[in-house]
């Protein structure tokens, strides 16, 4: 895989995050299911002074395929907003409501990203399988990238693997 | 938030794009054997974009060669390259597949059951990128179909890339 100098991808990011906060509200339904047993978060806003939410715990076996679908929707934008990511992730973490994201590496289970301009009304959904072998803590979440400072927004939920 | 390192998947979509092509999308995918400790591959084979019809492109697959429960990870990056406006609700579909032989043409029924699966749909702009990276296993020997495919672009034609793997 190519590889991308750590300061150039520092820039790349600074330039995302820097964009005018347009105030683009964005609304999200993240489902996680395997078998009978499912939870569902929805949107919470990123970013200093948000209050960590509680998030829905769902526990499942060791080795129990696991579907995992959301949909995220711009429910209101001053005006689009251009290249926001769309990242979603399933990694492992020490113990349920962890505030710290854990580090993503090349450990993770399922990492996802996809690029798109909002404007009010626009909405991408997705879905995927995965299974989770070892026993633990795992978070799954979904998350905007380069919204603009104060329009970031997650959905976020904590798996327990017996 | 906690600064943190950014993971793969985002550095690749920050990534500036690669010079244009007459193709409409361009495919890296890959299917890699890991240490399970690291994720650091160990073995691995690639494919880029072909083209549908005719049915099963107009390229060879690579072959991948590896065993039951063995530590795997499929990962991929699609740029659209279509440089006239966006093209609304575009799917991107993954899948692991068993299929009858190396190289079969058409892809078998998915509704059978899959090793693992996934699907975006998104508004498609030009230089809108999507990418993947899933760990996971194959629990039976055989013969299995690892394909990335565009749906719903509203063209004559849909891009795919597509590995098969041969499990022992």
């Known amino acids: ?162 | 938030m906690r600064r943190r390192w950014l993971p793969l998947i985002v550095l690749a979509l920050c990534w500036a794009a690669a010079p244009a092509r007459a193709e409409h999308a361009d495919i890296d995918l890959r299917v890699m054997r890991v240490d399970s400790a690291t994720g650091e591959s160990l073995a691995e084979a690639s494919a880029s974009a072909d083209t549908e019809p005719p049915q099963g492109g107009l390229h060879p697959r690579p072959l991948f060669k590896t065993r039951i429960n063995q530590p795997l990870v499929l990962q991929f990056f699609l740029t659209n390259r279509y440089p006239h406006g966006e093209k609304p609700a575009v799917r991107v579909r993954y899948f692991i597949v068993r299929e009858a032989k190396i190289g079969q043409k058409n892809v078998p029924d998915l509704s059978q059951g899959t090793v693992t699966a996934g699907c975006f749909t998104l508004n498609m702009k030009p230089h809108a990128r999507v990418g993947s990276r899933v760990a996971f296993t194959i629990k039976k020997p055989g013969l299995y179909l690892l394909r990335v495919q565009t749906e719903n672009t509203d063209s004559d034609h849909e891009h795919f890339s597509a590995i098969d793997l041969e499990v022992k």
Do not use: N
Not at chain 1, 33 to 47: L, R, S
């Open chain 1, 1 to 162: 895989m190519r590889r991308v100098p750590a300061l150039l991808v520092c820039v790349l990011a600074a330039l995302l995050s820097a964009k005018p906060a347009w105030g683009a509200d964005f609304a999200i339904d993240l489902k996680v299911k395997t078998g009978k047993a499912a939870q569902i978060a929805h949107a919470h806003k990123a970013g200093i002074g948000s209050k960590p939410e509680r998030r829905p715990v769902l526990e499942i076996k060791a080795g129990q395929r696991v579907h995992a679908q959301w949909q995220l929707r711009c429910s209101a934008a001053a005006q689009p907003v251009k290249d926001v990511l769309i990242h979603f992730f399933v990694v492992r973490e020490k113990k349920t409501g962890q505030a710290a994201l854990p580090r993503l590496d090349k450990t993770v289970t399922v990492e996802s990203a996809l690029s798109m301009d909002f404007k009010a009304g626009a909405k991408t959904d997705g879905e995927l399988d995965f299974v989770l072998d070892k026993a633990g803590v795992y978070l799954v979440r979904l998350e905007t990238r380069g919204a603009g400072a104060g329009s970031e927004t997650y959905a976020a939920l904590d798996v327990i693997v017996h």
